[in-house]
């Protein structure tokens, strides 16, 4: 699965038409759409010179948490971490801010820009502890792949 999508994702950044808004949804769309257990897919940013979080595009049910400070719920802790978080058991994390009481399980892969950490993506699943060090590595491939988007303006 991640080694078809790996491809796909490098010819859908490498397409000059389109925003990079419009190529990070794709992303998410389709993220979401082809692993079973992505229930919501979405980007988060720094927001200008703020020590917060910007929700960017997503895939997924609407959410409240558009902005999440910096230390505050997974993401939150990410930002200054600058460190993969895996969540195998939301329910078991006291510093967690719940978007859905569906979701059963989180990930959240910081996203450097020449070594700083600009941002994050961040998956939620309604599948119990389902993530592997195979959705790190290929998630950290995705951030990888947008932060050369992003330093190419
Ligand atoms: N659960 C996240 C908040 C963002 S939602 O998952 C979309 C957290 O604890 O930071």
Redesign the pocket.
Same mark, same amino acid.
């Given at each position: 699965m991640f080694s078809t999508l790996r491809p796909k994702i490098d010819t859908l950044l490498a397409n000059p038409a389109g925003t990079t808004d419009d190529k990070l949804q794709t992303i998410c769309d389709l993220l979401k759409d082809t692993v079973p257990y992505y229930d919501?897919v979405?980007f988060y940013f720094k927001n200008g010179d703020k020590d917060e979080l910007k929700l960017g595009p997503y895939a997924g049910a609407p959410?409240d948490?558009v902005i999440?400070p910096f230390g505050?719920?997974? @993401?939150?802790q990410v930002a200054v971490s600058d460190q993969n978080f895996v969540v195998p058991d939301?329910q078991a994390q006291d510093n967690?801010?719940? @978007?859905s009481i569906s +979701?059963k399980a989180?990930i +959240?892969v910081p996203l450097f820009v020449n070594g700083i950490n600009i941002g994050q993506i961040?998956i939620?699943s309604d599948t119990p502890d389902p993530f592997t060090e195979a959705d790190e590595r290929f998630l950290e491939f995705v951030n990888e792949r947008v932060a050369k988007l992003l330093t190419k303006g």
């Open positions: 919501w979405g959410t948490h999440i505050k719920g997974i @993401c939150g939301v967690y801010i719940a @978007c +979701v989180e +959240v961040d939620d």
